[in-house]
């Protein structure tokens, strides 16, 4: 079933509304509320959320006998609608970041009142994820993120099999994120990172998207899914093992490494260029033996610039 | 008085972006600072510093030992920001006052706001100046965090303006350059005033009064200089007295009345009114009895979007 989370009207166009999905039996609340495109230039969530939705109402139309959705599901592929449309991270109209409003408010601004609408809807399920991407520059590996879990968190992320799964404190800078709100609420909260805005990263897609299939299988919201074997193992990360190399030098940095590879100690993993002499300034080498989980995609570095990160397995 | 930079960074291709400040020494006392352009749609605390600029300049041509102790002038931390008519960070798509207290290495906004701290850092009173966005205009007033109000009000008071806005812990930003100067010992003083992408010529020498006057208390100034004369004393505001005005629908906001003037309870504050047809949609009234101190510059709004506050009277005067 597909219903309008919210209804708003605007300016000079005509209203616009935030449409959701509401698959499997029904229920006074989701177990599992998916929730992407916070900003609207995160698109590989988008995707995802789209096609697993397809995917969900394929099982209940019975065009996979052998699964049974038993409990409810509510997906949400895109919060920031104009912003997808627009293609902007932030709230077209007053650039602002609807991650950065939560709780919100009915009262309030625009992005607070959209804020308040999409955590009434999803504080209750048991199993919340909001998927993102780094920005446009940066690639990050598929990923689970863990802000300040509690311990039966970490169990959990692991049902998702993605191959790293990192943990940060609770920042001041997260009190106002869906992310903080719904962690006030009984049940557990997980955020996804994945591969970088403004593109569909098709093989980070495939993936997390069989991972979210697999984990609402392990959670016995989906009856019937093979769980498989675990092709890869899953890394626990936490911020002292992540090793960061930033720019020395600003120039044009070019890479043919991919994100999820292992990598040794000194293997060069790119080039900075001097963007107006043309010659190589620096070789970018990783700083440790370890996990290649994210590196940047936008050639153009200003010093000080984040290139990548390697992450020591513990 | 001299013009330095105090924060420079390799650019892509070629360029360096510097930021610059202007420096008036004088003795030993007090050091004082003036913060302003963090966001790049803010010009009035820029035009603050100008005005500060011609006086301090003229000050010195007749009575060269009238300054006693020193004072600095960041009249455009946002360089990229101000040349290119974005608020945020250009390229890093960042609000420069979410990245405080930063650091010293990593990227520019962290770097940025690293040098700032630094550079600011043991300075008796900051005033880092804002001008609120393009869609609200401001009276000008200073916000302080409760947090901080036993040693900043009573500075406040005399700095010839308006209003003062005391903000509950809660309600506050940790990351803004004010909340990381006052936790580590720099008072520093948030002054919000006019409205963004504008210059309100006489809201910037109200407030020019008010720091000569303060810095001249602090004896940053010698005590026979003169300075303009002190005619505005704040009101005070806080989270039980603020009334927040927002839209019901969507439309264009028409306003009635006008900025900093006394409203009624039930008064027509503006109307919202649609392109397309000639009735109203929405009437905007006055809530309580009280003061009229933001109001919607900007006049497209959605459901939601802030139009005014209204301040209602509780007799107090600072």
């Not at chain 1, 590996?141 to 311990?151: A, F, T």
């Not at chain 1, 092709?231 to 044009?252: I, M």
């Not at chain 2, 909340?179 to 008072?187: A, I, Y």
Request: charged share 20%; proline share 5%; with cysteine.
């Amino acid at each position: 079933m597909i219903r309008d989370l919210l209804c708003m009207t605007a300016p000079v166009r005509e209203g616009f509304d935030i449409p959701c999905h509401e698959i499997g039996p029904k229920s006074s609340h989701p177990a599992a509320a998916l929730v992407a495109g916070l900003h609207g230039d995160e698109i590989n969530g988008i995707f995802i959320l789209s096609r697993l939705a397809d995917f969900l109402n394929s099982v209940e139309a019975g065009k996979y006998p052998e699964l049974r959705l038993v409990r409810r599901v509510l997906i949400i592929p895109a919060v920031n609608v104009l912003g997808v449309n627009l293609r902007t991270r932030t709230w077209p109209f007053d650039k602002t970041d609807i991650n950065r409003m939560f709780p919100g408010s009915t009262t309030g601004e625009t992005t607070q009142r959209i804020a308040y609408a999409l955590l009434e809807s999803t504080k209750r399920a048991e199993y919340r994820i909001d998927i993102h991407t780094a920005s446009t520059d940066f690639e990050e590996i598929p990923q689970v993120r863990l802000h300040g879990p509690s311990d039966t968190e970490r169990e959990t992320a692991r049902m998702f099999g993605l191959p790293a799964i990192m943990e940060r404190s609770l920042s001041p800078v997260f009190t106002t994120t869906l992310m903080a709100s719904w962690k006030v609420w009984p049940g557990e909260s997980f955020v996804l990172r994945v591969g970088q805005a403004g593109i569909v990263q098709l093989d980070h897609c495939q993936r997390v998207f069989r991972s979210m299939v697999q984990f609402l299988g392990r959670v016995g919201v989906l009856e019937g899914v093979q769980i498989a074997a675990e092709d890869e193992e899953v890394c626990f990360f936490n911020k002292a093992s992540a090793f960061r190399v930033l720019a020395e030098k600003a120039g044009t940095f070019v890479s043919d490494s991919h994100v999820g590879r292992w990598v040794r100690a000194g293997q060069e993993l790119g080039y900075i260029y001097d963007s107006f002499g043309g010659k190589v300034i620096e070789k970018v080498v990783a700083p440790v033996a370890g996990l290649l989980t994210g590196i940047r995609r936008h050639p153009l570095l200003f010093e000080g610039d984040l290139i990548l990160r390697v992450n020591r397995k513990s | 008085m001299r013009t330095e930079t105090f924060f420079t960074i390799e650019m892509p291709y070629c360029e360096r972006m510097e930021t610059r400040r202007t420096i008036f020494s004088g003795g030993n006392g007090p050091r004082v600072a003036v913060v302003a352009g963090v966001h790049g749609d803010e010009l009035e605390g820029l035009y603050v510093c100008h005005r500060l600029a011609a006086w301090l300049e003229e000050m010195l041509r007749s009575s060269p030992h009238g300054l006693r102790g020193s004072i600095e002038l960041y009249p455009a931390v946002n360089t990229l920001g101000l040349d290119t008519l974005t608020r945020g960070l250009p390229v890093f798509d960042t609000d420069l006052n979410r990245a405080f207290p930063g650091s010293d290495s990593g990227p520019l906004p962290a770097r940025l706001a690293a040098a700032l701290m630094k550079a600011l850092s043991g300075s008796a009173l900051v005033v880092d100046i804002h001008a609120s966005n393009i869609y609200l205009r401001e009276i000008p007033q200073v916000r302080i965090n409760q947090e901080f109000d036993d040693l900043l009000v009573p500075v406040a008071r005399h700095m010839n303006l308006d209003l003062i806005w005391l903000h509950s812990a809660a309600t506050v930003l940790e990351t803004t350059v004010a909340h990381s100067l006052n936790s580590s010992g720099t008072p520093c003083l948030v002054v919000e005033m006019g409205v963004g992408m504008r210059i309100t010529p006489e809201y910037c020498d109200q407030l020019v009064a008010g720091m000569l006057a303060v810095w001249k208390e602090m004896g940053v100034l010698a005590p026979d200089i003169s300075v303009p004369e002190i005619s505005h004393t704040p009101l005070i505001a806080d989270d039980s007295n603020v009334h927040y005005l927002n839209a019901q629908t969507s439309g264009m906001f028409i306003p009635a009345a006008s900025h900093w003037t006394d409203v009624h309870r039930g008064e027509l504050l503006g109307t919202i009114v649609s392109p397309f047809r000639g009735d109203t949609l929405s009437e905007v009234r006055s809530p309580v009895d009280g003061i009229l101190f933001s109001l919607r510059e900007y006049p497209l709004v959605y459901e939601g979007s802030l139009m005014a506050r209204v301040m209602s009277h509780k007799g107090v005067r600072a």
